[in-house]
């Protein structure tokens, strides 16, 4: 990781977890982000943390060390006092001052105890600008930025863990379209962080892969006797939310009936593997109101057509009749010999009968 994108993973880090004045984020940076080292009990261990002002004067910054411990489910570190565990066993110069403009590498020192139980050890090492109170031994805090610390003491570590539930964020199973956030909860029982890696395999009713998410998009670990919930995005975000619109996405985002959506993770240095799954239904109702709209105008216009054909047919055949009836009339009149010619036939024949016979020779034609 480059010294530059680490100092800002550091300083986005701080904002959210202590709430750095953005101010002070721009006077001090501060890398790498974080440090990871595996190592045995009784050993020590040096590290170098790379301190830069960037404000326009000169400033003294004091450094302090906290643990930190999982801040319910969310991922979020929280620190507490360092008199104990891996913050007591961490040491730096007490203080520096820097120059405007200058960088300076600070040495640290991290001495792991004889005889400590193997597993995982977090803690933080701050630089800020107000110093430790000595006579209390509680912590000035001020604006302060920081460097994560993730030790591994090495021997028998029980890693025990597992997805312990799984479904959506709004705890539905019945949507009309995409998008729709998955969730898993994965609880880490064992004694070292856990980093869950994998995928969220989505299946049709056909048991077809639809879509293959990532399980851990942040990468983010879940210390030891927590739990943490991931969140994984199906599907992309509507920019706009008429009926129409989600009409149209629902076409191009098919979606009906079932779907299994199942979660395949590792963990571990033993690579231990987990799975969970659960179903969700789609009905995608915009969509299949519009086809029904359509449906019923096509119908409509259809029965009509059918209606005006069946009058034409019924007008035709009454004419047939008519003809057949003046035909019957005018051999009657004329006795046993046939009509010479149409002519004749015409004479014979009442003008507004005659009429009717042509207008209907014209509508076959």
């Known amino acids: 990781m480059t010294a530059s994108r680490s100092k800002l993973l550091i300083t986005i880090l701080l904002f959210i977890v202590i709430g750095i004045l953005p101010e002070y984020a721009k006077a001090l940076t501060i890398s790498p982000?974080?440090?990871e080292i595996e190592t045995d009990p009784g050993t020590q261990v040096k590290g170098e943390i790379i301190l830069t002002n960037e404000q326009s004067e000169v400033k003294t910054f004091y450094s302090s060390f906290e643990n930190f411990e999982a801040n319910g489910d969310t991922g979020t570190p929280n620190f507490v006092p360092g008199d104990s565990g891996?913050?007591?066993w961490i040491s730096?110069?007490?203080?520096?001052?820097?120059?405007p403009g200058e960088e300076k590498t600070i040495l640290f020192t991290i001495n792991v105890p004889a005889g400590v139980p193997p597993g995982g050890y977090f803690a933080a090492v701050f630089w800020g600008t107000s110093p430790v109170q000595s006579s209390s031994g509680d912590i000035s805090v001020g604006a302060r930025i920081g460097m994560l610390v993730l030790l591994r003491v090495s021997g028998d570590v029980i890693e025990d863990g597992g997805i312990s539930e799984m479904g959506t964020e709004s705890g539905e199973v019945l949507f009309s379209s995409l998008p729709i956030n998955l969730t898993y909860t994965f609880n880490n029982a064992g004694g070292d962080r856990l980093n869950p890696k994998g995928t969220i395999d989505i299946r049709n009713i056909l048991g077809m892969k639809v879509e293959s998410l990532n399980a851990n998009v942040s990468d983010g670990n879940v210390l030891p006797q927590s739990s943490r919930k991931y969140k994984i995005v199906w599907g992309n975000p509507l920019d706009k939310k008429g009926f129409l619109q989600k009409a149209f996405y629902q076409v191009k985002h098919f979606a009906f009936g079932p779907y299994k959506v199942t979660a395949n993770v590792t963990y571990g240095v033993k690579?231990?593997?987990d799975k969970e799954s659960f179903t969700i239904w789609f009905l995608p109702w915009q969509l299949l109101s519009l086809v029904?709209?359509?449906f019923l105008i096509s119908w409509i216009i259809f029965?009509?057509?059918?209606?005006a054909r069946r009058k034409l047919i019924r007008r035709q055949r009454e004419l047939e009749a008519k003809i057949l009836q003046l035909e019957r009339m005018a051999k009657k009149q004329s006795g046993s010999s046939n009509l010479s010619s149409e002519s004749d036939f015409d004479k014979k024949l009442p003008t507004k009968k005659l009429s009717e016979i042509r207008n209907f020779h014209k509508i076959k034609k």
């Open 271 to 273: 690579n231990i593997t």
């Open 92 to 99: 730096s110069e007490p203080s520096v001052t820097l120059n």
């Open 303 to 307: 029965v009509r057509i059918v209606k």
């Open 292 to 294: 029904l709209l359509l």
């Open 86 to 88: 891996l913050a007591s």
């Open 33 to 35: 982000a974080r440090f």
